[in-house]
């Protein structure tokens, strides 16, 4: 599941090429925030972090980059139930381990999701594309008393 940032960005601007979109400074920046990061950033974070590096940046063009990224299979989108959508760049299915006290998300390996059997009721409703499994308690940060609870 490791690839590293040279490949995710080389997959990023195939994929722009392939699509038809140009690759422009935004854009790349956007994605590369993601891509070297494992902390599952949400919307707002990765806009304050590029706007560090392109202070002209609106929030508009990093939530359309978003939006355009999870499109085109570059990010999944982590809905969490209680908070702001986060976005990864490991589109492989793949379960998370969700801390319920710091709201850290941590990538498992796919290799669980690869023996699911997909249940006959699922079937029965139609083609199953793809399986998201969230694992949710306290990590070990927090059992240990090192998480700041946010």
């Known amino acids: 599941m490791e690839e590293t940032i040279e490949q995710k960005m080389e997959d990023f601007r195939a994929a722009l090429r392939d699509g038809g979109l140009r690759l422009t400074v935004?854009?790349?920046?956007?994605f590369r925030e993601l891509a070297e990061n494992v902390e599952h950033?949400?919307?707002?974070?990765?806009?304050?972090?590029?706007?560090?590096?392109i202070p002209m940046i609106?929030?508009?063009?990093?939530?359309?980059?978003?939006?355009?990224?999870?499109?085109k299979g570059l990010l999944s989108r982590v809905n969490l139930l209680t908070e702001r959508a986060r976005?990864?760049?490991?589109?492989?299915?793949?379960?998370?381990?969700?801390?319920t006290k710091c709201g850290k998300i941590e990538d498992l390996s796919p290799d669980m999701i690869d023996?699911?059997?997909v249940p006959e009721d699922a079937k029965r409703h139609g083609d199953v594309a793809s399986v998201h499994v969230n694992f949710r308690?306290?990590?070990?940060?927090?059992?240990?008393?090192?998480?700041?609870?946010?």
């Open 26 to 30: 935004q854009r790349r920046e956007v």
């Open 137 to 150: 308690g306290v990590c070990s940060e927090c059992l240990q008393g090192a998480g700041d609870g946010e």
């Open 58 to 71: 609106s929030r508009d063009t990093v939530y359309r980059t978003l939006s355009m990224l999870e499109d």
């Open 41 to 53: 950033l949400d919307a707002e974070t990765v806009y304050q972090r590029v706007k560090e590096r």
């Open 87 to 99: 976005f990864d760049p490991v589109t492989k299915d793949h379960p998370h381990f969700i801390c």
């Open 115 to 117: 023996r699911l059997e």
